[in-house]
């Protein structure tokens, strides 16, 4: 069936490089798509979102890249800092046909950040 | 700034019984939504709503799940005969009415089922 998943569970990097993590999804319908942070105990934090008709969006700090030829999504985190310690999940909405809002989330990365 | 409001943070109940988990969307949004994550995995759908019915649902939420607004503020999610399997992290999200995308999430209640 159709699934969004995450090709690395955990990522450690050194405060200050950058972060990249990585996103696969198959539903081609799918029209949008949204990173979150969750921080332990917390609910999912919007960072950044993107639609299927552009291949990049930038906010502050953060870069979202979409492939769809490859159906590959991916977070960039310019100068990591502690405070980006957080499991990231890709979320993706597809063409439901109900209007709703539904969104299907992918596993999660574990980013870990060293000072 | 406006959040999603949760309660309770955490419940404990035996298997069997029913628990009612409560949350108070952002208020001027108009669609809402239950979703679980069970420890340690991804975050799944639930239900959602909108004007007062039930929108869409997921292959979880079977007869022994109900939601409700009683009232123009409060969203519930009612899980009746609670089993083992059930101990998760319930959040509920909205998301306003004009077509953005972006859900709004609260803290989280954590359900544990003994």
């Known amino acids: 069936g159709e699934s969004v998943g995450l090709h690395l569970p955990t990522l450690s990097v050194q405060e200050g490089d950058n972060s990249i993590i990585n996103c696969a999804y198959s539903n081609s319908a799918s029209d949008y798509f949204i990173w979150y942070k969750q921080e332990s105990g917390k609910g999912p934090q919007f960072i950044i979102d993107?639609?299927?008709?552009?291949d990049k969006r930038q906010g502050q700090r953060v870069t979202v890249l979409l492939n769809k030829t490859v159906k590959h999504l991916s977070l960039q985190i310019a100068a990591t800092q502690p405070g980006d310690s957080a499991v990231y999940f890709c979320?993706?909405?597809?063409?439901?046909?109900?209007?709703?809002?539904?969104?299907?989330f992918g596993k999660g990365t574990k980013l870990s950040v060293i000072p | 700034e406006p959040e999603v409001t949760q309660t309770p943070s955490h419940q404990v109940t035996q298997m069997g019984q029913e628990v009612i988990l409560r949350c108070v969307p952002i208020?001027?949004?108009?669609?809402f939504y239950w979703y679980r994550q069970i420890l340690g995995q991804k975050v799944e759908f639930l239900v959602s709503?909108?004007?007062?019915?039930?929108?869409?649902k997921s292959e979880i939420f079977d007869d022994q799940f109900s939601v409700e607004r009683p009232d123009g503020s409060n969203f519930t999610l009612k899980i009746r005969s609670t089993k083992l399997e059930d101990s998760a992290m319930y959040f509920c999200?909205?998301?306003?009415?004009?077509?953005?995308?972006?859900?709004?999430f609260g803290e989280g209640s954590r359900l544990t089922v003994l």
């Open positions: 208020s001027n949004h108009l669609y």
């Open positions: 993107i639609r299927s008709n552009m």
């Open positions: 979320a993706e909405r597809g063409d439901s046909g109900a209007g709703s809002y539904q969104l299907t």
């Open positions: 709503f909108y004007n007062n019915e039930i929108s869409e």
């Open positions: 999200a909205s998301c306003p009415a004009d077509y953005t995308g972006e859900l709004f």
